[in-house]
Structure formats: structure tokens, C-alpha cells
């Protein structure tokens, strides 16, 4: 392995880490003292990390959105009606503000609903398997009238059955420019990990009887 | 018999009854679409209602929280030129923020956004446990790229410094809808589980 670098490609990619650090450090030429000292500190880190095992670039989730492995994120921020923030929250109260009935979808690792900018917009955010649009095509074929419920304090929504719903949602996505995600398992892959674990547990409890 | 089924079912429906008048008092005022939509689902909702799951709770000092799993969400104002800085450190990276974030072990997910011409940034996470902990983490275990990101914060005091817990609570904003599609699996289960799924796998091999 510490021949490895001595290669051409190798050397040429940490010349190209040289030039990324270089960059780095003139980025945050004019920024804060405080920052400056945090880019030194990791410096030698980061130096490793783009040169010899600069981790898979984020993808496209499909039409908005970034992915990593297999899972994608969705993040909207959509201005309400007026009346919208009221009867939304009342909503989400009166379902004690967890929406387990996103659980039909079948493919949602968490998702949340926060009031932004004096009730004047919402943030509607999610973490999801797959691509962009058949996560919403799920969402539009398991739950459209949950949605449309929950949506209707959107600003000029058209309905989720109405052609024009991906092009709203789309216009108000924000792709994320920087994401992560733990478990690189989906939705349905975690839940069997969980039902193994159990069998798997009983079965463990049952030979040691 | 009959009175008994009687006497238990007529509160049910009237407080079921109930709820229905409530949802639609509560979008009387809704779009065509919203109205439309209630309706289609009013009986199923109606009995959702009644019969709440479990309320999401706090995550402590900020944010809500279903079983294991919180949220955190911040909405921070951007410095000049901090947007362009951020956005450049994140490509270095290729915008996969997990050299760092793994070695926080309890964060399942984590974005950051520009929005409003880059004037403003969203910051949301998904992680296990409780708020200060999950910070104290951040603190104990990556300060550095912590401090390197939040630099485009405007006020940003750095994460050593004693008021960074209050800069932060200060611009986190309490989802008041969350919902986790695993809340009472941590990330240190879900490891445990994948390594029991890869002995069992193993152990069905071998008896074959």
C-alpha cells in the first residue's frame, strides 16, 4: 500500500489534491480567524480525504434532489395561504404531530413538517429510497388525498392528481448541496434486518432453553 | 347484551361524529382540492383522530423527537461571501458530507440548502437521542469541520466558545410534523442487526 502512491495516477491525483488544498486555503483567505484555525486543524485530514479516498460524489435523485447510495432527499419550501399555517398545524395536532401514515408509502425514512417565516412558508422535508419520480408517483397512488389534505394550505397547489403537481413541487424544491446518510439500507431492507434480528433472537432463546 | 353494546358504542360515535365536525369546521375555508380531498378521507382520519398515535415529543432543549429518533432543523442568515465559501468546501467533497458525519454516530441523515439567493441556509438533521448530547457529539468529535461549515454563519460564536448551545437553539425551528419510518432503531442497532443478519446468512450456509 505505501508503494501504491509512487505510481503515476496516484501522483497525479494528489497533484491535483495539492491544487484542491491550495484552493481550500485560499477560499478561506477571508474568512473568520476562527475558521481559518478549523481549516488548519483539519488540514492534514482533508488532504488525505481528497487525494486518496475522496469519497462517491451525491448524485441526481431524478428531476430535483440529491441521492447518495440509495437514498435521496427531498426538500421543499413552499409559501401558504393565508389561513394554510393554522389549519395545518391544527391538523398536525390533532394527529399529535406524527405522521405515521406516511408509513403506507412504503419507501419514507423520516420526514418533517416546520413553519417557517411567521407562517408565511412551510419547510417539508424528507429522506426517501429511490428516484424522484416514483417517489412521488408512490405518494400520489397510496395517499393523494392525505396529501392533498396536508397541501391545502399551499399556495396555488393544483391537486396531486392534477398534471401540473410534479412541476409545482419541483419548482419549489431546493436540491441539497451538501447530504449524508448513515444506514445505506432502504426502507423495506431495514425492516427485514429487524424481523431476522427478532426470529434470529427467539430462535437463539429457544436452542439455550 | 344489546344494551350493553349500546351504551359503549354511542359515545364512540358521537365523539367520532365529533371529530368529523371539527376536521370540516377546520377546512371550511380550504381550496376546492383541500375540501375534495377531506372527504375522500374524513372516516379514516376521523378515527386517526380519535385514536391518535403516540405524540411526537421533545427532543429536549429544542426539536421533536418520535421514539429514539429527533429532528433538528436550523435556519441560519449567511455572511457575505459565506455561501460562496460553503458551497465551494462542499464540492471539494463532492457534496458527500460523510468523512466527517461518520464519525458522529448517532446522525442518520443530514443536508445543507441555499436558499433565498444564498442569502439564508438550511441545516436539518435526523439523529439518535437527546439534543444536548447529540451537540456535545458534534462538539467532542468533529469541532473542526463543524467550525469550517458554520464559519458562513452569520454570529457564528465557534463551537468552543460557550454561547454556540444558545446560537443554535436560537435558530432551530421545532418541526411540528416528524414522523420515522424505524423510530425505535438506533444506528448502533441497525449495525448490530446488519452484523446478526451476516451471521445468520453465514450459519444457514454452513448447515446446508
Redesign the interface.
Known amino acids: 500500500m505505501t508503494t501504491q502512491p509512487q505510481t503515476a495516477s496516484a501522483a497525479a491525483s494528489s497533484r491535483t489534491a495539492e491544487e484542491?488544498i491550495q484552493?481550500?486555503k485560499e477560499?478561506?483567505a477571508?474568512?473568520?480567524e476562527?475558521?481559518k484555525?478549523?481549516?488548519e486543524?483539519?488540514l492534514e485530514?482533508l488532504k488525505s480525504?481528497?487525494a486518496e479516498t475522496?469519497?462517491?460524489?451525491?448524485e441526481s435523485a431524478g428531476r430535483a434532489g440529491?441521492r447518495?447510495g440509495k437514498?435521496s432527499?427531498l426538500?421543499l419550501?413552499i409559501p401558504l395561504?393565508p389561513?394554510g399555517a393554522k389549519?395545518l398545524?391544527?391538523?398536525?395536532?390533532?394527529?399529535?404531530?406524527?405522521?405515521?401514515?406516511?408509513?403506507k408509502v412504503g419507501t419514507?425514512?423520516?420526514?418533517?413538517?416546520?413553519?417557517?417565516d411567521n407562517d408565511t412558508k412551510l419547510?417539508f422535508?424528507t429522506?426517501y429510497d429511490g428516484d424522484w419520480d416514483a417517489y412521488i408517483d408512490d405518494f400520489a397512488t397510496k395517499i393523494?388525498?392525505?396529501?392533498?389534505?396536508l397541501?391545502?394550505?399551499f399556495e396555488g397547489?393544483?391537486?396531486i392528481r392534477s398534471p401540473e403537481a410534479k412541476d409545482y413541487l419541483a419548482k419549489y424544491q431546493?436540491?441539497?448541496?451538501?447530504?449524508?446518510?448513515?444506514?445505506d439500507?432502504t426502507?423495506a431492507e431495514?425492516?427485514r434486518?429487524?424481523r431476522?434480528?427478532k426470529a434470529?433472537d427467539e430462535f437463539l432463546d429457544k436452542i439455550s432453553e | 347484551m344489546a344494551n350493553q353494546t349500546q351504551t359503549a358504542t354511542a359515545p364512540e360515535s358521537d365523539a367520532a361524529a365529533q371529530k368529523i365536525q371539527q376536521l370540516r369546521e377546520l377546512f371550511a375555508d380550504a381550496s376546492d382540492v383541500g375540501k375534495a380531498a377531506l372527504e375522500n378521507v374524513i372516516k379514516e382520519l376521523s378515527s386517526q383522530v380519535s385514536a391518535p398515535p403516540p405524540p411526537i415529543e421533545s427532543a429536549g432543549r429544542v426539536g421533536a423527537r418520535l421514539g429514539k429518533r429527533s429532528e433538528l432543523t436550523i435556519i441560519v442568515p449567511l455572511v457575505p461571501g459565506g455561501a460562496k465559501r460553503l458551497r465551494t468546501f462542499l464540492q471539494s467533497l463532492g457534496g458527500n458530507l460523510s468523512p466527517g458525519a461518520s464519525k458522529v454516530g448517532t446522525l442518520h441523515d443530514m443536508r445543507f440548502v441555499f436558499f433565498d439567493n444564498d442569502t439564508r441556509l438550511l441545516f436539518a438533521t435526523s439523529f439518535d437521542g437527546d439534543w444536548d448530547v447529540y451537540i456535545d457529539d458534534f462538539i467532542a468529535l468533529i469541532p473542526d469541520y463543524l467550525d469550517l461549515m458554520d464559519s458562513a454563519w452569520e454570529g457564528w460564536p465557534g463551537i468552543r466558545n460557550p454561547g454556540a448551545k444558545d446560537y443554535l437553539v436560537k435558530h432551530q425551528i421545532t418541526a411540528e410534523g416528524w414522523f420515522v419510518a424505524n423510530p425505535e432503531l438506533s444506528l448502533a442497532e441497525i449495525d448490530r442487526l446488519k452484523r446478526v443478519g451476516a451471521a445468520a446468512d453465514e450459519f444457514l450456509d454452513k448447515i446446508q
Do not use: C
Not at chain 1, 393523494?144 to 389534505?149: F, G, I, K, Q
Not at chain 1, 431546493?174 to 444506514?183: C, H, P
Open positions: 484542491k484552493y481550500l477560499l478561506y477571508d474568512a473568520p476562527l475558521s484555525k478549523a481549516l486543524n483539519v485530514e480525504q481528497v475522496p469519497p462517491p460524489p451525491i440529491s447518495l437514498v432527499e426538500t419550501i395561504a389561513g389549519r398545524r391544527s391538523l398536525l395536532q390533532m394527529l399529535g404531530g406524527n405522521l405515521n401514515g406516511a408509513n419514507v425514512h423520516d420526514m418533517r413538517f416546520v413553519f417557517l419547510l422535508a429522506a393523494p388525498d392525505y396529501l392533498d389534505v397541501n391545502a394550505g397547489w393544483p391537486g431546493v436540491t441539497a448541496e451538501g447530504w449524508f446518510v448513515a444506514n439500507l426502507v431495514t425492516r434486518l429487524e431476522n434480528g434470529m
